[in-house]
C-alpha cells in the first residue's frame, strides 16, 4: 500500500526490524525506504531514500544491545531527517537504553538517561514515544512531549488466559512495588514485596518475603530482564516460602551473560516477555520464555500521535 500525503511515515532502524515491520503492518503503511549501514572502521552511514519534506516521520528504533551503536544510529537518523525537512520527528523508542541510570546514588557519578535525553533532543527529535521506562521520572529529563506507555494489559491478559487461582502478584524489590501495585488491581490479585540488598551490580541477595505467599501462585513483575539473577532468586525465595508455582512477566527481554542458563535451571514455571527488544534467537534456546507483541499497542499510539488524538485511553 503506497503512502498518501496525509499518511505518516514510519522507518525503522537496525535494532529490531520484525517490530518495526508488525508495527507497519499494523497501520497498513510500508516501511519508509532508508539505507543503512556501517563504514569498515565503524562509523554508521544513513540515507533516506524517499522525499520526507513536510512529513510526519516515526522512527523505530529501540537502544537495545549494543546500547551505544544503536542511540547513535538513532541519532544519524534524526538528523538526516531533519535536514530533509521533515515536518515532525517522534522517535520511538519501545526499549530506553541507559534508563536505569536516572540518578546520582553514588558519589561523582553521571545521570547517564539525561545525557541520553539531552542528545535527543540537540540531534532535533520533536517527540519521544517510549515503554515501561525503567524511572518514570525520566520523562521530566525532556524539554519536548515524551508518550510513555506500559506493556501491562498484554500481560496482565495473557496471565488471566492462563486460568491461575489463587495469585499474588510480587514485587521483585521495593523500587518496584507501584509497578506491582498496578498488576495487583488490574488481576484482583494479593501483593507482595521481595526484599532484596543489592551486594553489587547485577547481583542480587534476596532478604525476605513482605506478605503472604503460602500456597499461591505467584507472578514477579518487572520491567527487564537482565542477567536474570533478581528472578532467579526471588523465584527460589517464593518457593522456600511456600509459593506454589512461580511465574514472571517482564516487559524488556535484554538477557545478558548468563540469563538463559540462569531461567532454564531456575523453578520458574514461564517468563512472559513482549518484543521491545528482538530476544527470539535468545527465547529459542529457552523454552520457559514466551514472547508477546506490543506491536499492536505502537501502532495504535503512531496512529493517535499523527492523528493528534490522546494516547491516555491506551493506558487502560
Known amino acids: 500500500m503506497a503512502n498518501k500525503k496525509s499518511d505518516p511515515l514510519i522507518f525503522s532502524g537496525r535494532s529490531n526490524q520484525p517490530l518495526s515491520k508488525k508495527i507497519a503492518d499494523h497501520l497498513k503503511l ?42 547513535m544510529e538513532l541519532l544519524i537518523m534524526i538528523d538526516a531527517f531533519k535536514r530533509a525537512s521533515a515536518r ?11 534508563a536505569r ?9 553521571p545521570i547517564t538517561s539525561r545525557l541520553v535525553a539531552d542528545l535527543l533532543e540537540a540531534s ?29 494489559p498484554i500481560l496482565v491478559k495473557h496471565i488471566k488466559n492462563l486460568g491461575l487461582k489463587d495469585i499474588t502478584t510480587v514485587s521483585p524489590d521495593a ?8 498488576y495487583a488491581k488490574r488481576l484482583s490479585s494479593d501483593l507482595a514485596i ?21 500456597g499461591k501462585n505467584c507472578v514477579i513483575v518487572d520491567d527487564m530482564i537482565d542477567t536474570a539473577g533478581t ?20 516487559t524488556h527481554p535484554v538477557l545478558s ?25 535468545k527465547a529459542n534456546k529457552c523454552k520457559k520464555i514466551e514472547i508477546l507483541s506490543v506491536s499492536k499497542l505502537l501502532a495504535k499510539a503512531i496512529k493517535r500521535i499523527h492523528n493528534e488524538d490522546s494516547v491516555s485511553s491506551l493506558f487502560v
Open 257 to 281: 551473560g548468563n540469563a538463559l542458563k540462569n531461567l532454564e535451571n531456575s523453578r520458574v514455571e514461564k517468563v512472559f516477555v513482549t518484543d521491545t527488544i528482538d530476544a527470539v534467537d
Open 88 to 98: 515532525r520527528i517522534t522517535a520511538v523508542m519501545p526499549y530506553y537504553g541507559y
Open 231 to 250: 528472578i532467579c532468586r526471588g523465584v527460589e525465595a517464593l518457593i522456600e516460602n511456600g509459593a506454589k508455582k512461580v511465574y514472571c512477566a517482564a
Open 124 to 152: 532535533g527529535v520533536d517527540r519521544i514515544l517510549c515503554m515501561d521506562v525503567h524511572a518514570s521520572q525520566i520523562q521530566g529529563f525532556f524539554k519536548i512531549p515524551v508518550d510513555h506507555l506500559f506493556s501491562a
Open 194 to 214: 521481595i526484599d532484596k540488598r543489592r551486594e553489587s551490580p547485577n547481583v542480587a541477595e534476596v532478604m525476605n518475603i513482605i506478605g503472604n505467599v503460602k
Open 101 to 109: 541510570q536516572d540518578r546520582k546514588d553514588k558519589p561523582r557519578v
Open 30 to 71: 510500508p516501511l519508509g525506504k532508508i539505507n543503512i549501514y556501517d563504514f569498515a572502521d565503524g562509523e554508521v552511514y544513513c540515507q533516506i531514500l524517499e522525499n520526507v519534506r513536510g512529513r510526519d516521520v516515526f522512527i523505530i528504533q529501540p537502544t537495545s544491545t549494543p546500547v551505544n551503536h544503536n542511540l
Open 175 to 182: 523500587g518496584g512495588v507501584e509497578r506491582a501495585r498496578a
